[in-house]
């Protein structure tokens, strides 16, 4: 079969584009579609790929400031030509999954949410702009909903990243979906020895609001623990600012340092909700507990008593009693390890190709009925 991959932008290396990695590996000889592809953001391994972006692409600044452009990618990804090929699969945050496929060809869309500005976290992006952006976004946000929930029909399967993102795809899109978890490169991560393990709580993420890493600064302030913190981001000055004498903050950090952080740590504070949450899981396979809000993909990856601590209410309240009672001495790191490694990246090659493999049946069999999702592969 011919196969192309369609992806929303190539940019700058981030969860979805190391899932799109694995996703041609599967595949080498994949062509890979994008709205915006810039290669000096992303590994030397992606310019090995056959990548073709779309118009986008030469507007002005797009390939720093793509999000700008909004409104013309439903247009964009509708003029990508896959009509020389058989199966496409669409890894898709936004609009991706909204191609236009050939009548005898089978759209399998690996999901890691539906839009959440426009859907289940539209409200909250509403309030964070100001008055004038926010009579703009409004009437935009409502066109996009409607051809996205179009675009969504045309998916032959869905295959979500989490029983999060599944439950979003249910409501917004009224579609069912299996689920499969993201690869994780637990291989890279190792538990650090006994005697290396630090005083310090660690969280690490983009400085934005829904990563919630205020919330974690505040409770830290109450509790007088050490909290380490890693990343940058819009909201970093603001960060700063609220934080006490126990926090320190270390900017954007490479991968072997954030490996070192995470293994060194008491715990990993995960105090946002998010559609699967891959450093939860980069944590555990360090052998680390994590103290995560009970929501989203974290139910999917952190086992209360086992692999970590859950607190149910989104508060510094909340969190700060989780961080006061918790006991890192009463977690076994090689079970933290034992559950992580079932993330791993073979796991997640051998059953996206099942599923592939039921869409070449399907394909085959196209004149009576697709096959239907049936559960999680977990």
Request: with cysteine; glycine share 6%.
């Amino acid at each position: 079969m011919k196969v192309a991959i369609i992806h929303e932008w190539l940019t700058i290396m981030g969860g979805a584009d190391r899932v799109l990695q694995v996703i041609h590996d599967v595949f080498p000889s994949a062509t890979v579609f994008a709205l915006v592809y810039n290669s000096k953001g992303m590994p030397d391994s992606f310019r090995q790929m056959d990548i073709r972006t779309s118009f986008v692409q030469w507007l002005p600044f797009a390939r720093s400031h793509h999000r700008y452009y909004l409104p013309l990618y439903p247009l964009a990804v509708e003029q990508f030509d896959l009509s020389d090929f058989d199966l496409i699969i669409s890894s898709s945050h936004c609009c991706a999954h909204g191609v236009i496929v050939p009548p005898d060809a089978f759209h399998l869309c690996y999901c890691y949410t539906p839009i959440r500005y426009a859907w289940h976290m539209h409200h909250q992006y509403q309030r964070a702009l100001n008055p004038v952006a926010r009579a703009i976004a409004a009437p935009l946000m409502n066109w996009i909903r409607q051809w996205d929930y179009s675009a969504a029909q045309r998916v032959d399967r869905f295959v979500a990243i989490s029983n999060a993102v599944r439950q979003r795809i249910r409501t917004y899109y009224r579609r069912p979906a299996d689920v499969l978890f993201p690869p994780v490169d637990v291989g890279f991560f190792r538990p650090a020895l006994r005697e290396e393990i630090g005083d310090y709580f660690f969280i690490m993420s983009r400085h934005v609001s829904y990563k919630k890493v205020d919330l974690a600064i505040k409770a830290f302030n109450a509790v007088k623990l050490p909290l380490v913190v890693a990343g940058a981001g819009p909201e970093t000055g603001r960060l700063a600012r609220m934080a006490g004498p126990t926090i320190t903050f270390l900017g954007r950090i490479s991968n072997d340092d954030a490996r070192k952080y995470m293994a060194r740590c008491r715990a990993f504070i995960f105090p946002q909700e998010e559609d699967f949450g891959l450093t939860a899981v980069e944590a555990q396979a360090c052998g680390r507990p994590v103290i995560a809000y009970a929501h989203g993909g974290a139910l999917d990856t952190v086992i209360g008593g086992v692999t970590g601590s859950l607190f149910f209410e989104q508060s510094p309240e909340a969190l700060a009693d989780a961080v006061s009672t918790f006991r890192a001495d009463s977690f076994d790191p090689q079970a933290i390890r034992r559950h992580a490694e079932s993330f791993n990246v073979d796991s997640f090659k051998r059953r996206f190709h099942r599923l592939v493999a039921d869409a070449q049946s399907a394909r085959v069999t196209r004149g009576a009925s697709a096959p239907q999702p049936t559960g999680a592969f977990v």
